[in-house]
T-cell receptor
Framework: GAVVSQHPSRVICKSGTSVKIECRSLDFQATTMFWYRQFPKQSLMLMATSNEGSKATYEQGVEKDKFLINHASLTLSTLTVTSAHPEDSSFYIC???????????FGSGTRLTVV | DQQVKQNSPSLSVQEGRISILNCDYTNSMFDYFLWYKKYPAEGPTFLISISSIKDKNEDGRFTVFLNKSAKHLSLHIVPSQPGDSAVYFCAASAYGGSQGNLIFGKGTKLSVKP
């Protein structure tokens, strides 16, 4: 089946630094990938849609200058949290769909802790 | 305003019995619905989906029922097994599943007791 790999699984960083999270589709090409965020006991919230070769589409309320998304190839999207603050501590998950009807395959998620 | 609601934060079921997880939605434009299972510190795993042109979809022990007039769907797990213990998310899309704008509920934590 479709596999999406996300790295790193956990990261701790200092306030003010930047953190990059990678999302790779291992056995299929994904022109579109999606980035979600989940706070404790809350639902997954779509942050942005990552499009290969073009700019990402951000959901309302998501700062595009803070959450930089790059989709440089058909198998890789990256999310960079810039100038991280403790409030950015959360669980970030990416997803992609191989083909319609398959359902969306999610990465294993990244637990970001900003100290 | 939440467009996808899972009103039961938790559910406890005995092994071998049926688990019924419920989900309500408010947006009549939703036409594709999915259920995901999630363990702590992991990404969600796709379980089953249903298009709005159907009212039932079955896959092994998992069956999803859709009642469009009531804007309600449910996931039935029969028989329930301890390994089914996880958080289950209901999600909906208004684009026939072709785009990623999934709207998720808050999840229901299922505990299946041996």
């Amino acid at each position: 089946g479709a596999v999406v790999s996300q790295h790193p699984s956990r990261v701790i960083c200092k306030s003010g630094t930047s953190v990059k999270i990678e999302c790779r589709s291992l056995d299929f090409q994904a022109t579109t990938m999606f980035w979600y965020r989940q706070f404790p006991k809350q639902s997954l919230m779509l942050m942005a849609t990552s499009n290969e070769g073009s700019k990402a589409t951000y959901e309302q309320g998501v700062e595009k200058d803070k959450f930089l998304i790059n989709h440089a190839s058909l198998t890789l999207s990256t999310l960079t949290v810039t100038s991280a603050h403790p409030e950015d501590s959360s669980f970030y998950i990416c997803s992609a769909m191989r083909r319609r009807g398959d359902g969306y395959t999610f990465g294993s998620g990244t637990r970001l802790t900003v100290v | 305003d939440q467009q996808v609601k899972q009103n039961s934060p938790s559910l406890s079921v005995q092994e071998g019995r049926i688990s019924i997880l419920n989900c309500d939605y408010t947006n009549s434009m939703f036409d594709y619905f999915l259920w995901y299972k999630k363990y702590p510190a992991e990404g969600p795993t796709f379980l089953i989906s249903i298009s709005s042109i159907k009212d039932k979809n079955e896959d092994g022990r998992f069956t999803v029922f859709l009642n469009k007039s009531a804007k309600h769907l449910s996931l039935h797990i029969v028989p329930s097994q301890p390994g089914d213990s996880a958080v289950y998310f209901c999600a909906a899309s208004a684009y026939g599943g072709s785009q990623g704008n999934l709207i998720f509920g808050k999840g229901t934590k299922l505990s299946v007791k041996p």
